[in-house]
């Protein structure tokens, strides 16, 4: 059977391409050729008899049938994580609250505190989805214990950090026209992405107006994908059916990167381990944590 040739080990470094949008940037943090990374791909696409990949002019980005495995290849690899988590790990109770910045809740991120709950169910789970400043705010009131939040609004050291890169799209039939200012789909004022984007087009001469503001991803993808406008989203809420991925070429800056951090309390007990454990498998870098 074709899933008894899929293992694994395949089926991380797909999650992990999908999430950075680099091939090159995965082999790096695997120790992998680039080569080696695209044979492995090109394997699992001739398993599955389907093209899982378009590329970009940075990288690449699932395609429709790419995305639908993705979903399938994450509830695996979490499956399993969980399994094996609940069976090691010793009973943990307490309570853990964890703040998670909007912008970058990805779906793996939402299933990750899922998993934490069925692995350890009896630590009470407090989580809050909430935009960047808020979340600032939050954590200088000593209301967090676990927190995803970009570099920028906090003044504390992070257990690990990781870059998400920012891709201008815009809806599959979307035209530009260049004669007229370019109409923006953006998070809400508090947004670190919305300043960066306003710089970047400010710094190329670019005219620009802001059409529609929302506070979701939800509601940015929504609104891209009507036509509204053109906007800035990371790798994996890029919906390739729907969207495309603009290049330089049309005009526009080059790609932004936000640093994002995984902050944790100075008082770490067994239930804050135990959030920070999960939660860094599902990062979008899934980088390694610095010491505590």
Wanted: with cysteine; aromatic share 4%.
């Amino acid at each position: 059977m074709i899933s008894e040739q899929i293992g694994l080990d395949l089926l991380r470094t797909y999650v992990a391409v999908c999430r950075q949008g680099s091939l090159s940037r995965v082999a790096a943090q695997t120790g992998k050729t680039q080569s080696a990374m695209s044979m492995q791909m090109r394997r699992l696409e001739g398993l599955l008899q389907r093209h899982l990949f378009q590329r970009t002019g940075r990288g690449v980005v699932p395609t429709a049938e790419g995305e639908l495995f993705l979903g399938y290849a994450t509830r695996i690899l979490a499956l399993g994580d969980e399994a094996v988590a609940r069976l090691q790990q010793a009973s943990i109770g307490g309570g853990v609250r964890i703040g998670l910045a909007e912008e970058v809740t990805t779906a793996a991120l939402s299933a990750a505190l899922g998993r934490l709950h069925r692995t350890y169910p009896d630590i009470s789970l407090d989580a809050m989805v909430e935009h960047s400043v808020a979340l600032g705010r939050l954590w200088s009131e000593d209301a967090l214990d676990v927190m995803i939040a970009p570099t920028s609004v906090v003044a504390a050291d992070a257990v690990t950090t990781w870059n998400v890169e920012l891709q201008w799209v815009c809806a599959q039939d979307y035209v530009l026209d260049h004669d007229r200012p370019l109409d923006l789909a953006a998070f809400g004022a508090t947004c670190p992405w919305r300043r960066r984007m306003i710089e970047a087009l400010v710094a190329a001469g670019r005219e620009h107006r802001i059409v529609l503001s929302c506070q979701s991803v939800t509601g940015l993808q929504a609104v891209i994908e009507n036509g509204l406008g053109v906007g800035l989203l990371p790798p994996e809420s890029v919906r390739t059916a729907s969207m495309r991925v603009l290049k330089t070429s049309a005009g526009l800056p080059e790609p932004l990167t936000v640093q994002y951090g995984l902050y944790a309390h100075d008082r770490r007990t067994a239930v804050i381990d135990a959030a920070i454990e999960i939660l860094l498998k599902d990062l979008p870098a899934a980088p390694r944590a610095r010491a505590a």
